[in-house]
């Protein structure tokens, strides 16, 4: 097993391993979130857990309470930086895929060291292709971080060229949802967009945080059905989660894009309230 | 841990857990298969494992060798009569979604108990609702059996009334599917037809030994899509799979639906060569 024990807790203890009868290996039935430690400390912790709170109801599974969380985070003595995988699960029981009615959740806590990624990501910005693989239109499981991840596998597995970041993913009937690992933000020039999520794709974490922080100095925010025609007429696109914080796109699909002014505005929020594991905030 | 130790095999060996960093676990990155166990057989066996393989091959997993089964099924002693679950993951590594280069899968087999069911759903009939929860179109994992099954778990908890055997599921487009653990075999008077799995639905087992059984006993078979109205117009609605066989399908949303002239002879071929865990069958 590659987790090691001191940085993992299942069920509030130290562990590695989940049973082979847990219903997140059995039917990826659970949440998760994955966050950046910056200072000892988890990010954007309230917008994550409101998130794995509501991906919990949505699926009718128990919240875990908060305190389990915080108790889990006091006993692995958090990196100065790093990452933090947080996960739920409906735990063991039901038959077959009936959920048990009083299910006993599994939780795991996971801290996972600092990703490394070339420091021209951030600063001159990242080729994105286009994948092949689309995403299914589920209302019943859009924007939540659920534990079916197969598309994203496939999606992700079309390339292994180390210089492509990553790769847009459309939905089955064409429009732009998201990337593989992180959420799109479009400069219009008149507004920033996000694409909807309403039948399809993961509700970001960081671009929720980062649109806010723009709406605040002053920018229009939209969350529209995006093609990729809007990709192309864009002012310049930003591919954004709680990890890397926001890298500019600098080509797509082989094409340069330009670079909106609100990457730098947005990278610089960022550095400043150490949201995400950025070089600037890494090596300060 | 309610898997027994002596009932289960992780990776060619005695065991009931895998690691949190499993790719089943953190992403639902497998497949599995659930056969019948009958005079200490798994039933069906080439036919699963063909299903397994090509699972593998749609997700670019590593097929595992039909050795491993072999010896994990030789070192578990199957009971007369039981349940067997095989299941394969991409195992542990990668980056985040990225699949590892060189996959170690995990392997696990399990051995469960017949599940108790009335006699009554094999003579007389199952009365069966539609599910509210509709299936997303991805011919990406259209067919296979893999590990995400979220759309299952939320059909199936849409009732707890233990006098409703199965819910029918439709795809987003509306078109009928197969049931949350069953598949459908419809009854047109002049042939049978299963619901196409082109692009959304399991391609089931049972579904297709038994098509094979009617079409080598004269009946023309058609797989096509199928929408509500074939279901109220057919001369029988029948659910299969590998575990129960085959029931009849009594009442849909409490409307009666006659029965098959089928539903008799496929449950005597069933009996006769043992195939499913039928209670004339497991009482023999």
Redesign the interface.
């Known amino acids: ?3 090691a024990r001191d940085a ?1 807790r ?1 069920n509030g203890e130290p ?15 659970g949440v ?1 979130e994955t966050l950046a430690i910056v200072g000892h400390q988890p990010q954007l912790w309230t917008r994550h857990l409101d998130r794995l709170e509501t991906g919990c109801r949505r ?2 599974l128990p919240v875990p309470s908060r305190g389990r969380w915080q108790a889990d985070l006091a006993a692995l003595a958090l990196p100065r930086f790093g990452t933090l995988r947080l ?1 739920v ?2 735990g ?2 039901g ?5 048990p ?1 009083a299910p006993q959740t599994t939780t ?1 806590t ?1 801290c996972g060291a600092v ?1 490394e990624r070339p420091d021209d990501w951030w600063q001159t910005g990242v080729a994105v292709r286009f994948c092949e ?2 995403l ?3 209302p ?2 859009a924007g939540i971080k ?12 079309e390339w ?1 060229d180390p210089g492509t970041a990553e790769g847009v993913m459309e939905a ?1 009937d064409g429009r732009i949802i998201e990337a ?2 992180s959420n799109l933000i479009i400069d219009q020039g008149d507004h920033l967009c996000a694409p909807a999520t309403d039948d399809c794709g993961v509700d970001g974490v960081m671009q929720g945080w980062l649109l806010d922080r723009a709406a605040a100095s002053g920018a229009s925010v939209k969350r529209t059905a995006v093609r990729r025609a809007d990709l192309w007429q864009a002012r310049g696109v930003m591919l954004v989660n709680s990890l890397v914080g926001l890298w500019p796109v600098r080509t797509l699909a082989g094409h340069p894009l330009p670079r909106s002014p609100w990457a730098d505005r947005l990278q610089d929020e960022l550095v400043r309230a150490g949201t995400a594991l950025l070089p600037a905030v890494v090596r300060s």
């Not at 038959?95 to 959920?99: F, L, Q």
């Not at 659920?146 to 597995?157: P, S």
């Open positions: 097993m590659n987790a993992c299942v562990g590695t391993v989940a049973g082979i009868d847990d219903r997140g290996l059995r039917y990826g039935d998760f699926l009718g996960t699960t409906r063991e029981g038959r077959g895929y009936a959920p009615t795991i996971q990703p693989t689309r299914a239109v589920q019943a499981l659920h534990l079916n991840r197969l598309e994203q596998v496939l999606a992700r597995g292994s089955m593989t690992s």
